[in-house]
T-cell receptor, first 112, second 117 residues
Framework: KAGVTQTPRYLIKTRGQQVTLSCSPISGHRSVSWYQQTPGQGLQFLFEYFSETQRNKGNFPGRFSGRQFSNSRSEMNVSTLELGDSALYLC???????????FGPGTRLLVL | AQSVTQPDIHITVSEGASLELRCNYSYGATPYLFWYVQSPGQGLQLLLKYFSGDTLVQGIKGFEAEFKRSQSSFNLRKPSVHWSDAAEYFCAVGVRAGGTSYGKLTFGQGTILTVHP
């Protein structure tokens, strides 16, 4: 089976812009979670989607949003980018009920 | 809310030496426990997981971990380290179905492993 894929892998944006990141889960996985990884804060949970519904949300401002499509693919959007949004954004997929999350390679976002 | 502590930020070992990375968690019930490894610029790779049953779990690449409920610990071990094991290691806790944070993993701050030849 193909693993979790994320596009794009690298992105450079300027402050105030918005960005959309994409995640395709492992085939058959219906749950997708997003995490932000920074040197200062480590790995922090953003949100989790299952069957196109957000089931859980971390402690991030409303500028961070996401959605999931009927084929389980997910996108996350960050509006009005700030310098502090520079991070590695990781997507993970899992089968319901098992909590074993498999991670993609991440999208490296740099905000200038 | 659950939390994870990895007391060692950086560990250096010689190739061939044994390794133990520490992980302590805080959670009101028996959690799901995981160890992940991350090479520079890469995503997280699952090494092993504990859900229930035998408290000593085997993972990939020769790693094992032992769940000790009395100590709220889930330490990762390897009897003989290889240079390719140099990476950052993360311990994580997940919530069982029905928990309010279901679907979320809480990670420790990570331990960077350096391997000397």
């Amino acid at each position: 089976k193909a693993g979790v894929t994320q596009t794009p892998r690298y992105l450079i944006k300027t402050r105030g812009q918005q960005v959309t990141l994409s995640c395709s889960p492992i085939s058959g996985h219906r749950s997708v979670s997003w995490y932000q990884q920074t040197p200062g804060q480590g790995l922090q949970f953003l949100f989790e989607y299952f069957s196109e519904t957000q089931r859980n949300k971390g402690n991030f401002p409303g500028r961070f949003s996401g959605r999931q499509f009927s084929n389980s693919r997910s996108e996350m959007n960050v509006s009005t980018l700030e310098l502090g949004d520079s991070a590695l954004y990781l997507c993970a997929s899992s089968t319901p009920g098992y909590q074993t999350q498999y991670f993609g390679p991440g999208t490296r976002l740099l905000v200038l | 809310a659950q939390s994870v502590t990895q007391p060692d930020i950086h560990i250096t070992v010689s190739e061939g030496a044994s390794l133990e990375l520490r992980c302590n968690y805080s959670y009101g019930a028996t959690p799901y426990l995981f160890w992940y490894v991350q090479s520079p610029g890469q995503g997280l790779q699952l090494l092993l997981k504990y859900f229930s049953g035998d408290t000593l779990v085997q993972g990939i690449k020769g790693f094992e971990a032992e769940f000790k409920r009395s100590q709220s610990s889930f330490n990762l071990r390897k009897p003989s380290v290889h240079w390719s094991d140099a990476a950052e290691y993360f311990c994580a806790v997940g919530v069982r179905a029905g928990g309010t944070s279901y679907g979320k993993l809480t990670f420790g701050q990570g331990t960077i492993l350096t391997v000397h030849p």
